[in-house]
């Protein structure tokens, strides 16, 4: 019955891992979450392990045979035969795929508010196939009264970027152009041209790039003592040594300024006046604070990773502590019923039945409930 109320999976869900977190309008439990991509389970099949996984993932990972379930050995539960992918063990659990379409959907394009279900969400992806399978802007006619975006997943964001397709307004998403050309500022990955090799760098690797590339100009570091010249990475060495002289020179000049205390710095060629001094000093405060700022946001990562590691450690426990108390109370069970046993055993010959609850039992036996009772083997 729950295979017939299911949707088939289309060729999109065949070839993708799971729906990106960031779709999810609620809290997310992990259980919602695949062993292998973890990101929300699409169209999830439970390992006879117990550990679910997308029919993407499960088929990626036993292509080339059964596999040891990776969960099972993180979690340290690993068991000899059980913990075997393979596609003979796993079967659809379709008792999670219908939680999983239940769970409510956001748009995550600012400006929209559209909200739905994750199989509303999915619904919309497969009424366009020719759209990326990695996210999409709904098409709306121009003045069709609607809302001008749906959904958006900005998981292949920046693949866009890079194909450079034509946008139409009149076609496209109103929030489209605003959104790129916002994105274009802090995307990590836009691409930026170095001036010294003509490189096209990563935004998020272009500083370090230009710290390292030789070809790359930077000022002099006597800049704040006179020197205007803007010179290349790999020839600042050899700036310096032949510009020795000049570098004492305006150093000399700058030392005896501010030892005479009048405050004319004229006697400087390249250096105009204590204000750029004074504007140098604030742009490298707030180089500075920058750097502070960077510093303070890679410490709260590092925390937060370190966080969930002692999390996902103590839960880890938490599982193997649940299942030795399982077995033991298995154990104690097995225990009972050989005392049991053993009391109504006997070695004399004499065998003694024991008979408890007699009045209840009585009472069935009248009614007709239990006409009769039976001892236990001898």
């Known amino acids: ?79 000899e035969g059980i913990s075997i992918l393979e596609t003979s063990s796993a079967f659809p659990d379709n008792a999670a795929r219908r939680e999983v379409e239940s769970l409510p959907a956001v748009c995550i394009n600012s400006g929209c508010t559209w909200k739905g279900t994750i199989k509303e969400y999915e619904v919309q992806i497969q009424a366009r196939p020719s759209m990326s399978p990695s996210f999409f802007f709904p098409l709306s006619e121009e ?19 890079r194909v450079q397709a034509e946008l139409k307004p009149s076609r496209v998403c109103v929030f489209l152009s605003a959104f790129l050309q916002a994105h274009d500022e802090v995307c990590p990955e836009f691409p930026l041209t170095c001036e010294g090799c003509g490189k096209k760098v990563p935004r998020e690797k272009f500083r370090d790039h230009v710290k390292a590339c030789g070809r790359s100009k930077v000022p002099c570091r006597f800049k704040a003592v006179g020197c205007a010249e803007v010179v290349e990475n790999e020839k600042l060495l050899e700036h310096e040594s032949k510009c020795l002289a000049e570098h004492l020179y305006m150093l000399l000049s700058f030392v005896l300024s501010l030892k005479a205390g009048a405050g004319d710095l004229k006697a400087l060629p390249a250096l105009s006046s204590s204000q750029n001094s004074s504007s140098l000093l604030a742009e490298n405060a707030l180089c500075s604070e920058a750097e502070l700022s960077q510093s303070l946001e890679l410490l ?79």
């Open 1 to 79: 019955m729950a295979a017939a109320n299911s949707t088939p999976p289309s060729s999109v869900d065949l070839n993708q891992p799971g729906f990106a977190k960031e779709i999810l309008g609620t809290k997310l439990e992990v259980k919602y979450l695949c062993s292998d991509c973890k990101n929300i389970l699409r169209r999830p099949y439970q390992a006879q392990c117990g550990h679910r996984y997308c029919s993407y993932c499960l088929k990626k990972i036993i292509s080339a045979g059964p596999q040891k379930c990776a969960s099972c050995i993180q979690e340290g539960i690993y068991e």
């Open 143 to 161: 003045g069709s009264g609607g809302f001008p975006c749906l959904l958006m997943l900005t998981v292949g964001l920046c693949a866009l970027l």
């Open 300 to 378: 709260g990562s590092r925390q937060h990773r370190l966080d969930q590691e002692k999390i996902e450690t103590l839960t880890n426990k938490v599982r193997q502590l649940e299942r030795s108390l399982g077995l033991k109370d298995l154990a104690m069970a097995e225990m009972e019923e050989k005392i049991r046993s053993m009391e109504a055993s006997t070695y004399d010959g004499v065998f003694i039945w024991k008979i408890t609850e007699v009045a209840r039992k009585r009472q069935e036996a009248i009614t007709g409930r239990s006409p009769a009772i039976f001892s236990p083997g001898y």
